[in-house]
């Protein structure tokens, strides 16, 4: 399997969604609680991509398997029929990356705790059935909520607590504060499946995939997709406000016209070729912003 390939395959373009939230938890944990333990999110980093790939390859496997004969998508749109991989060979490479993350998710809940291993188990059984079993989450009106609250609050909840185990209290406050600071990161790559639904609203129903957007209807959801690409920018004024952030990360203000023009693009046409791009953008540009503005406070503190 060439490079090429093997990087569609597992979308790894799209590890931004992961990687982001990943180190606004490790700001946070410097920020707030002024600890770190490097080896052990070092391991989840390496164990959150390897599932990461793991799941992309499970959704363009069971796309692949559950695709109605006849559309152009199995043939020519998944990357699977597309470059006439091998299912087996996918399937192996799938259940390896598997194996030995949640081995390493496993090794380190002996190290810090059972807390990891249950939000682990809660991560994985999302991801799992995100686009597996008779009715994936991917095909339901659901498919926003859990890749946002997932992606956007667990990956920074789990960093956060791998750094402060010692004396992570669970309590309301404390979850709280960590779902403030991930709120940005969890509401953009919920629109940025609600974005790809929209675009894909026709070629879901034709394979019996009836999303939020289906629901919804388009209009609605361009609502709703201004309110996400939006409310992040409250959520960090706030976080500053309650000293849960530096007062460097309102510098992330900055890109609201940027924002304010890729939205505009793709409100006018949701086209998956020409305009999605630009909620890739939103979120891109706005997590990317928003962990080097909160980077630059630490620095500026140290």
Not at 244 to 253: G, H, S
Request: charged share 15%; with cysteine.
């Amino acid at each position: 399997m060439k490079l090429s390939v093997f990087l569609e395959l597992v979308e790894f373009k799209a590890k931004t969604a992961s990687v982001l939230p990943f180190l606004i938890g490790l700001c946070f944990s410097i920020f707030h609680y002024q600890s770190v333990h490097i080896g052990y999110v070092s391991l989840f980093f390496v164990a959150m991509l390897l599932f990461n790939m793991a799941v992309d390859i499970l959704d363009n496997y069971n796309d692949y398997r559950h695709a109605i004969a006849g559309h152009d998508y199995k043939e020519k749109t998944n990357i699977i029929g597309r470059e006439h991989l091998s299912l087996r060979t996918v399937w192996s490479l799938m259940v390896g990356m598997i194996i030995i993350s949640a081995g390493m998710g496993i090794w380190l809940s002996t190290q810090v705790g059972a807390p990891i291993l249950w939000l682990g188990i809660y991560c994985y059984l999302v991801g799992i059935f995100y686009s597996s079993g008779p009715r994936p989450l991917s095909s339901l009106p659901l498919g926003e909520f859990f890749s946002g609250f997932t992606m956007g609050f667990m990956i920074s909840l789990i960093c956060v607590y791998l750094n402060t185990f010692q004396f992570f209290d669970w309590s309301l406050e404390s979850i709280l504060e960590v779902f403030l600071i991930s709120l940005p990161n969890t509401l953009w790559i919920a629109n940025l499946m609600l974005a790809n639904n929209m675009c894909d609203l026709k070629e879901d129903e034709q394979n019996e995939r009836y999303t939020l957007v289906h629901y919804f209807g388009v209009e609605r959801s361009k609502l709703l997709f201004i309110g996400l690409t939006f409310l992040p920018f409250v959520a960090i004024c706030l976080a500053v406000w309650l000293k849960l952030a530096p007062i460097t990360n309102l510098l992330t203000l900055l890109i609201l016209p940027v924002i304010v023009k890729q939205a505009r693009v793709f409100l006018k046409k949701q086209d998956k070729k020409e305009t999605f791009p630009c909620a890739v953008k939103i979120l891109a540009i706005g997590a990317l912003t928003s962990v080097l503005t909160y980077g630059l406070g630490l620095l500026l503190m140290s």
